[in-house]
């Protein structure tokens, strides 16, 4: 891990600087894939492009409904990068979400997510009431989970990804030249795709659990 000293001295952290190029990398890339796009007669890029999106969109609206397509958008884009940090190991970069101050503003900005969904759906009046549903016996656990939440998905994407870090970095160790390919196929591709489609998954289904009636 490094600091880099910027910005009138102060310090920005290395995983800081790996989602900036990430940012830079999808920006350019989105920039590319949606030139010259055609109403007839598309490219294969651009099929290629539909089809993904189209994809992404479906499996989200399968969960939310149409009342939760507003939300879609954001998803999408924490899927994106998400699934990128995690992969960008094997360029040589350190994951961002080996950090827990990420994996911390990730699930905050989830949970803040989740809880407006339900105050946008309810009003102020009813989505108080929710927590005293379906008894107002359990009102002070409703309203652990608003800590609860957040937790739960920061933990649970920085406990996975930093214990494939450290089983790929002990099995480097052991044999560096072949024995880390086949183990990295797993921990780095397969695992990093695994987590997150886990946290953006539970973000939906919080936030199916708050626009419904």
Same mark, same amino acid.
């Given at each position: 891990?490094?600091?880099?000293?910027?910005?009138?001295?102060?310090?920005?952290?290395?995983?800081?600087?790996?989602?900036?190029?990430?940012?830079?990398?999808?920006?350019? *890339?989105?920039?590319? *894939?949606?030139?010259?796009?055609?109403?007839?007669?598309?490219?294969?890029?651009?099929?290629?492009?539909?089809?993904?999106?189209?994809?992404?969109?479906?499996?989200?609206?399968?969960?939310?409904?149409?009342?939760?397509?507003?939300?879609?958008?954001?998803?999408?884009?924490?899927?994106?990068?998400?699934?990128?940090?995690?992969?960008?190991?094997?360029?040589?970069?350190?994951?961002?979400?080996?950090?827990?101050?990420?994996?911390?503003?990730?699930?905050?900005?989830?949970?803040?997510?989740?809880?407006?969904?339900?105050?946008?759906?309810?009003?102020?009046?009813?989505?108080?009431?929710?927590?005293?549903?379906?008894?107002?016996?359990?009102?002070?656990?409703?309203?652990?989970?608003?800590?609860?939440?957040?937790?739960?998905?920061?933990?649970?994407?920085?406990?996975?990804?930093?214990?494939?870090?450290?089983?790929?970095?002990?099995?480097?160790?052991?044999?560096?030249?072949?024995?880390?390919?086949?183990?990295?196929?797993?921990?780095?591709?397969?695992?990093?795709?695994?987590?997150?489609?886990?946290?953006?998954?539970?973000?939906? *289904?919080?936030?199916?659990?708050?626009?419904?009636?």
């Amino acid at each position: 891990m490094f600091n880099i000293p910027i910005f009138g001295g102060i310090p920005v952290g290395e995983s800081v600087v790996v989602t900036w190029i990430i940012m830079a990398a999808l920006t350019i *890339l989105s920039i590319i *894939l949606v030139r010259n796009l055609k109403v007839e007669n598309p490219g294969r890029k651009q099929l290629a492009l539909e089809a993904s999106i189209g994809f992404l969109n479906d499996f989200f609206t399968d969960i939310l409904g149409e009342e939760g397509k507003r939300y879609i958008p954001y998803l999408i884009s924490t899927a994106l990068y998400i699934g990128v940090a995690n992969l960008i190991g094997l360029l040589g970069f350190k994951p961002p979400t080996k950090d827990l101050n990420v994996t911390a503003a990730l699930a905050l900005m989830s949970v803040f997510l989740i809880y407006y969904s339900g105050f946008h759906k309810k009003g102020g009046k009813g989505f108080l009431k929710s927590f005293a549903e379906p008894m107002p016996l359990v009102a002070p656990i409703n309203i652990m989970e608003i800590a609860i939440r957040p937790v739960s998905l920061c933990m649970r994407l920085f406990g996975n990804v930093i214990g494939s870090f450290v089983i790929m970095e002990l099995l480097k160790t052991v044999m560096p030249v072949l024995l880390p390919i086949p183990f990295s196929l797993y921990f780095d591709v397969f695992d990093g795709l695994i987590q997150t489609y886990v946290f953006v998954f539970l973000t939906s *289904l919080f936030v199916k659990e708050q626009i419904e009636d």
